[in-house]
């Protein structure tokens, strides 16, 4: 069964900083895409980043600049870089991935909370 291990989520002042982790383990079949989603209270999940296998990566507007997205193809694992949090930051956030089959499977979330 697949896994998706989420980790490095907390509470952080405003201007602040957090890693997220995600480690994802028996995927029998090659990973495309892998990404960060977030869901704040009241709201629908959203889109914060994603990259390609070959490293290409795509951002939410309300992020670019302020989080990085990277990964480890060896270790099948995706990071999110967070700096500069604002409260309205504050959400579940969600580790995706897509394998080459275009299956989707999702971690169980990781909580973010920027307040002072």
């Known amino acids: 069964q697949v896994q998706l291990v989420e980790s490095g989520g907390g509470l952080v002042q405003p201007g602040g900083s957090l890693r997220l982790s995600c480690v994802a383990s028996?995927?029998?079949?090659?990973?495309?895409?892998m990404g960060w989603y977030r869901q704040a209270p009241g709201k629908q999940r959203e889109l914060v980043a994603t990259i390609a296998r070959a490293g290409s990566t795509n951002y939410a507007d309300s992020v670019k600049g302020r989080f990085t997205i990277s990964r480890d193809n060896a270790e099948n694992t995706v990071f999110l870089q967070m700096t500069s949090l604002k409260p309205e930051d504050t959400a579940v956030y969600y580790c995706n991935v897509r394998t080459i089959t275009d299956t989707m499977y999702w971690g169980q979330g990781t909580q973010v909370t920027v307040s002072s």
């Open positions: 028996r995927i029998i079949f090659g990973i495309a895409d």
